[in-house]
């Protein structure tokens, strides 16, 4: 079993003991279930299978785990709504044994991750995607948090062009900056706020491995109300180019609002390519093919 591996400066030390005891203290009653790393490329939360049917989820930096009271909140009224399966919290955990945080128990749910890029994708996945993005836009937005990611892009605007610079050399940052100064005219969101999920890249998305239908979106961390425009992100981070045309016409956009949605793949992928190199290969390669998508 490959051992948990830190990503982030200030990482807390997290293993399986660690969360054997966390169990005991707080959790009896599934103390006695097998616990299990999960190997994954996620970089906000380490998880590990517990028995059979669930998982732990811990935080792995403060940010993350300030997002934790929000999701063990707002999953359980999300997850009714929604045309595929979610995380919904089972048990609230609390600091001890040295770990700083909340941390949650959920149920574990199967999948794979998307095939990206080699043409195997279905225009049913496409729809599956855009379907899930309706309908989570049509929750009731009663008392909802604000999503960071929902707001303008603006505030972006000097770490995005800070982030292109650091990228001379590795993308063609004259395109990226034209890109991104059309993405900034773009006019507004103009209606009401609406529920985002406001990070649906590939690590949390799962696809049912025998029909290739979405079958569950995970890691709501980002959540909240604002522009809806921050969730077609997802047509660059988990389609195929051929089926790009197939997801805009099923979510409905104007071409303002996808033209934002551009803008926030391209800020959130330069971001995550100019801290990701060297850290972790999975997202620094997947927001490297993200940028080329846009630019291509």
């Known amino acids: 079993m490959t051992a948990p591996r830190k990503l982030h400066d200030g990482e807390p030390d997290i293993d399986a003991g660690l969360v054997r005891e966390l169990l005991a203290d707080q959790f009896p009653?599934?103390?006695?279930?097998?616990?299990?790393?999960?190997?994954?490329?996620?970089t906000s939360n380490m998880l590990f299978r517990l028995g059979d049917d669930l998982v732990v989820r811990l935080p792995r930096t403060p940010g993350s785990a300030a997002d934790v009271p929000r999701?063990?909140?707002?999953?359980?009224?999300?997850?009714?709504?929604?045309?595929?399966?979610?995380?919904?919290?089972?048990?609230?955990?609390?600091?001890?044994?040295?770990?700083?945080?909340?941390?949650?128990?959920?149920?574990?749910?199967?999948?794979?991750?998307?095939?990206?890029?080699?043409?195997?994708?279905?225009?049913?996945?496409?729809?599956?995607?855009?379907?899930?993005?309706?309908?989570?836009?049509?929750?009731?937005?009663?008392?909802?948090?604000?999503?960071?990611r929902g707001k303008p892009l603006a505030p972006r605007d000097a770490s995005t062009r800070d982030a292109i610079g650091r990228l001379d050399g590795v993308i063609d940052t004259a395109a990226a900056l034209a890109l991104w100064e059309t993405a900034l005219r773009?006019?507004?969101?103009?209606?009401?706020?609406?529920?985002?999920?406001?990070?649906?890249?590939?690590?949390?998305?799962?696809?049912?491995?025998?029909?290739?239908?979405l079958a569950a979106v995970i890691d709501f961390g980002c959540m909240g109300v604002g522009d809806p425009a921050v969730d077609l992100i997802v047509a660059w981070y988990v389609l195929d180019d051929a089926l790009r045309d197939t997801f805009r016409a099923a979510v409905g956009c104007d071409a303002a609002t996808w033209t934002r949605g551009r803008g926030w793949a391209l800020t959130i992928a330069v971001h995550e390519l100019t801290y990701y190199r060297g850290r972790n290969a999975f997202m620094a390669d997947t927001a490297a093919r993200v940028v080329g998508r846009l630019l291509g």
Do not use: C, K
Not at 29 to 36: D, H, N, Q, S, T
Not at 103 to 121: D, F, H, K
């Open 186 to 213: 773009a006019p507004g969101w103009a209606g009401p706020d609406v529920w985002v999920h406001a990070d649906p890249e590939p690590g949390n998305v799962l696809v049912d491995p025998v029909s290739g239908r």
């Open 71 to 148: 999701e063990q909140r707002w999953m359980r009224r999300l997850a009714p709504e929604l045309p595929v399966a979610v995380p919904a919290p089972l048990g609230a955990g609390a600091p001890g044994r040295g770990y700083p945080w909340p941390w949650s128990v959920y149920r574990w749910i199967p999948g794979v991750l998307p095939t990206v890029g080699e043409g195997v994708q279905s225009e049913l996945f496409a729809r599956d995607l855009a379907g899930f993005v309706r309908a989570l836009q049509r929750v009731d937005t009663a008392g909802a948090p604000a999503a960071d």
């Open 29 to 42: 009653e599934w103390a006695g279930l097998p616990v299990r790393y999960v190997e994954s490329d996620g």
